[in-house]
């Protein structure tokens, strides 16, 4: 009952719309959840276009963001191996970075464009994950990259009811079919989503109500090779999406490891649980 008139509400304020357009209407009879939810409304969107900007519900564009979108989706309509628009500039701490855009293996999802010609390759249950060719398909990753995202897929083929997204397996579906992600130079989009229904404790503030800037476009944008920035995504992949403990953490992460080894080689420990538990200091004299 309260998801009906949440949609009513919605319908209402979308309705009330000043600016030329058309409004199509995808309302589905049940609440789809987050992952088939999206997934399923940007398939429905691409029955009556080839090209879509989407934005999330909670998320503030900065001006700029419709034309970059816009620009981007003409300048590499016919480039395959570019799947993905980004609106979002993560990590910025990486300075590297001296054109207005520039392309990605990562894929954010919070302000972003794409092509039909590239959703199609999506696929929301991720039938291929299990028979891919582990040797080529980890290849394709850094170091520590691939254990990441295996742990992941693993847990949404297995059903697992901690994750109900659909981005996860866009992002499967660029790895798989080697493809880019065009990126701007600063940050398009600002999440205001602090409270409300898809919000949980614990999640890292940093992430939202971040600053927007307006990207200057030059009088004639070039078109550059395609090919991701590889020291971008490994600077991104270790201060964004895997962030590394610190330095005290991992060495105590260490040394319960080496404690533990030493446990069940010296005294045939099998059930190791109250040896993870104990402090540190303390398993010396156990």
């Known amino acids: 009952m309260e998801d009906r008139k949440a949609r009513e509400e919605i319908i209402r304020l979308v309705a009330t719309c000043d600016w030329e357009c058309n409004i199509r209407w995808y309302l589905p009879e049940r609440n789809m959840g987050c992952g088939e939810g999206v997934s399923s409304a940007i398939d429905w969107a691409f029955n009556f276009t080839e090209e879509l900007i989407i934005l999330e519900d909670d998320c503030i564009p900065n ?57 199609k390759l999506y696929d929301y249950k991720l039938r291929s994950w299990s028979e891919m060719d582990e040797s080529n398909f980890k290849a394709k990753f850094f170091k520590d990259e691939y254990r990441y995202w295996q742990s992941i897929w693993d847990m949404l083929i297995g059903g697992s009811e901690n994750i109900n997204t659909w981005d996860y397996q866009w992002q499967f579906c660029i790895h798989k079919y080697g493809g880019i992600c065009v990126t701007p130079e600063v940050n398009l ?33 070039p078109k550059y090779q395609l090919e991701n920035n590889n020291f971008f995504d490994r600077h991104h992949f270790n201060k964004h999406i ?45």
């Not at 993905?84 to 990605?104: L, T």
């Not at 602090?194 to 944008?221: K, M, Q, V, W």
Request: proline share 1%.
């Open 242 to 286: 895997n962030k590394r403990k610190t330095l005290a953490k991992r060495i105590n992460n260490k040394l319960r490891r080496f404690i533990r080894r030493k446990f069940k080689s010296l005294i045939g420990v099998r059930n190791l649980s109250d040896v993870n538990e104990l402090p540190l200091q303390n398993r010396r004299s156990k």
């Open 63 to 119: 001006d700029s963001f419709f034309n970059y979108c816009r620009t981007m989706l003409e300048m590499f309509k016919h480039d395959e191996i570019v799947m993905h628009i980004s609106g979002s500039r993560w990590s910025e701490d990486y300075r590297n970075v001296q054109d207005f855009y520039f392309f990605s293996k990562y894929a954010h999802v919070w302000g972003w464009a794409t092509w039909k010609r590239a959703w």
């Open 189 to 221: 989009i600002s999440n205001i989503g602090t409270e409300g229904t898809h919000t949980t404790e614990g999640r890292d503030l940093s992430y939202y109500n971040r600053a927007t800037f307006r990207l200057e476009f030059p009088s004639c944008i």
